[in-house]
């Protein structure tokens, strides 16, 4: 049950960083800087809200350092975050899933899969005392 609430923790607040960026983003910086130079200047926070969120998750719940129940929690976090993105998203934007993968822009979308990857498996590092460095 830690797993499940730890889990659905992290997904919730770096989904909420993400809406209030995404909101400030697709208002005020793609229509300055376009799209892929928006949602690039949008990764590097959403990595520091992941990193902040995943260490916070961890020691709040007391999640075990075990790698299994770690990549757990990320993986409850990220099927969360899939699922999200898939319904409420494409509803709210009005869009079918082939339509919003077509609509990637290569270089970001590439970026934002990176950071989904990192999103699961955050809560591994942070239970070994590393932020993603080697």
């Not at 290569?106 to 590393?130: E, I, W």
């Amino acid at each position: 049950m830690r797993v499940l609430k730890a889990g659905t923790l992290y997904f919730a607040l770096v989904f909420g960083a993400g809406f209030v960026l995404g909101t400030i983003r697709v208002l005020w910086i793609v229509p300055r800087f376009g799209t892929r130079i928006a949602e690039l200047m949008e990764a590097p926070i959403m990595l520091m809200v992941t990193i902040l969120a995943a260490r916070w998750v961890a020691r709040h719940f007391a999640v075990p350092p075990a790698p299994s129940t770690r990549l757990a929690v990320g993986f409850v976090a990220l099927g969360l975050m899939l699922g999200t993105e898939f319904t409420v998203i494409l509803w709210i934007q009005g869009l079918t899933i082939s339509d919003y993968l077509a609509g990637r822009d290569p270089v970001a979308g590439t970026v934002y899969l990176a950071l989904l990857g990192v999103f699961a498996v955050m809560p591994l590092f942070v239970a070994r005392g590393r932020t993603g460095g080697a």
